[in-house]
């Protein structure tokens, strides 16, 4: 580990590579789900659906941890797309996470629509798997969408140029006007009720929304920010995603 400190409430953790980083945000989840499955019959996970998320859930998911006790939910899907559609985040999720275990139930977003306000009205959620975005947005919590006291499980949120075009940057779509212009996503209220947040971000695109997060006042216009006030929230880097963290410490 090349950093390690905590700021506010939330700890900070930057490993030299993203493979490093991936094994021990995974090491980390599975202590988490091992002692949760201890007490409870199951649990509730929300799984993010980006290539940021591939190596720790390459390494999580190669583990033997009851999954048949684990009910997966997932944090937003752009509208208009059906859960089968290659660019969807439900086949994203279906190809990296719920198709190599055998998860108790499924839930996918394209589903229900906003009727997924009632499936989590009625199932608590006990770990969230996350990633930051580049405008520092949570799930599709933009700056100008996201609301720290909003009133809604699920909404459907306009998405900014920020982050269209980070969808292109990533590889899900080959041009800015391909990207969908809205989505469905977990609310910010949504996201921090979860007992605990996994949150690994790796990458030179990330590093200023990393140095945002842990640095810039707490407020929406930094989503992401609102980790530093959760009770049990973890964010992983790698050397990229934190160089100007790293530069900061020199």
Not at 27 to 56: G, H, R, W, Y
Request: charged fraction near 20%; proline fraction near 4%; aromatic fraction near 8%.
């Amino acid at each position: 580990m090349l950093l390690q400190f905590t700021k506010d409430k939330l700890a900070v953790q930057v490993y030299a590579t993203r493979a490093e980083m991936g094994v021990a945000a995974a090491d980390d989840i599975a202590a988490c789900m091992q002692a949760l499955l201890a007490e409870k019959e199951t649990i509730n996970m929300v799984f993010a659906a980006a290539p940021s998320q591939n190596d720790v859930l390459a390494s999580l998911l190669s583990r033997d941890l009851g999954w048949e006790r684990v009910n997966a939910f997932h944090m937003d899907e752009y509208v208009g797309l059906k859960k089968e559609d290659p660019q969807s985040f439900g086949n994203y999720l279906n190809e990296h996470v719920f198709s190599k275990a055998n998860f108790k139930n499924v839930y996918y977003v394209a589903d229900y629509g906003l009727a997924y306000e009632e499936l989590l009205a009625e199932n608590h959620i006990d770990i969230v798997c996350l990633g930051i975005g580049e405008n520092g947005h949570i799930a599709f919590n933009d700056p100008g969408v996201a609301d720290f006291n909003d009133p809604l499980r699920i909404k459907k949120a306009e998405l900014d140029d920020v982050c269209r075009m980070q969808q292109v940057h990533d590889g899900c779509f080959p041009t800015f006007d391909d990207v969908p212009t809205h989505a469905y996503t977990l609310t910010i209220p949504q996201m921090v009720s979860a007992d605990h947040m996994f949150c690994v971000v790796p990458a030179p695109t990330k590093a200023n929304a990393v140095y945002n997060t842990v640095n810039l006042e707490i407020t929406d216009q930094c989503p992401a920010t609102i980790l530093r006030r959760h009770d049990h929230a973890v964010l992983y880097c790698d050397a990229d995603s934190a160089a100007k963290l790293l530069a900061e410490k020199e």
